[in-house]
């Protein structure tokens, strides 16, 4: 990819100002955007740590422990000793969905097990069609998550006990967004803080780019037409921008 291919534009990043949203900017920065910060959203703890800290300090009789989100990674972390999951314990096996939410694992000690090759919720739920019916599932993730991969295995006689790790809380108030041309989500929840402050009038005639198709779908249902990447991560996401961008029939 070209270290111009996005020069000159305004990108909004909506993630939460945390130190994950700075390797977006870094890598907008790196093919010639110019980032415009924007968090629509923050994280916060749960309501109560007690579930969590309950299930972590029994997470031995737990076969898997699967996370879904850099940001589960690091609250659950948070309430392990040392900030770190435990060192040559056999049990529960991990399970990331990509590869941005393993390498954040491996970097508080996990050994990570399995990554699907489609790296969404949905390529978990296929990765794990052909266990049994006894398997035992630990789910962090955030307050109220999607819950189609708890669904989809409790149907099939598993056990999840899924665990609040964080909540995301849309900014109030929410000034208006700096001049922009393309913005970029991360998160159905940071779009709906979006379009409820502002609408989607605010963005009428901009390029509007989802992570995912969880978050695209939630575009949909606003009412827009968003750009979606093949994988979740940003320089996917860059692409998607590239070639919603270039004139027809370049990359």
């Not at 909506?14 to 910060?37: K, Q, Y």
């Not at 007690?50 to 076969?63: H, I």
């Not at 999951?85 to 508080?108: D, H, M, N, Q, W």
């Not at 708890?150 to 790790?165: N, Y």
Request: aromatic share 6%; charged share 20%; net charge neutral.
């Amino acid at each position: 990819m070209s270290i111009h291919s996005l020069s000159g534009l305004r990108v909004l990043v909506t993630r939460p100002a945390r130190a994950e949203a700075d390797t977006w900017a870094v890598a907008l920065s790196a093919v010639g955007a110019s980032v415009v910060p924007y968090p629509t959203i923050e994280v916060r703890p749960p309501p109560s740590w007690e579930p969590l800290d309950r299930a972590l300090s029994q997470v031995g009789r737990y076969d898997w422990i699967v996370f879904t989100s850099k940001t589960a990674v690091l609250f659950t972390a948070s309430r392990m000793e040392g900030g770190r999951f435990p060192i040559g314990s056999a049990r529960p096996r991990v399970a990331a969905v990509g590869t941005e939410t393993a390498r954040a694992l491996e970097k508080v000690g996990a050994r990570v097990d399995l990554v699907p090759s489609d790296q969404r919720q949905d390529g978990l739920i296929d990765a794990f069609r052909s266990l049994g019916n006894s398997a035992r599932f630990l789910f962090p993730q955030a307050l109220a998550g999607r819950d189609a991969f708890t669904q989809a295995l409790r149907d099939q006689g598993c056990q999840v006990d899924v665990v609040a790790a964080y909540q995301t809380v849309p900014l109030d108030p929410l000034p208006p967004p700096p001049a922009f041309d393309v913005a970029t989500f991360a998160s159905p929840s940071a779009l709906r803080a979006f379009v409820d402050t502002h609408g989607t009038r605010a963005l009428a005639n901009k390029t509007v780019a989802a992570i995912g198709p969880t978050t695209a779908a939630e575009a949909a249902r606003q009412g827009l037409s968003p750009v979606v990447a093949e994988e979740p991560n940003i320089d996917a996401l860059i692409g998607a921008i590239v070639r919603a961008r270039s004139p027809k029939g370049e990359h």
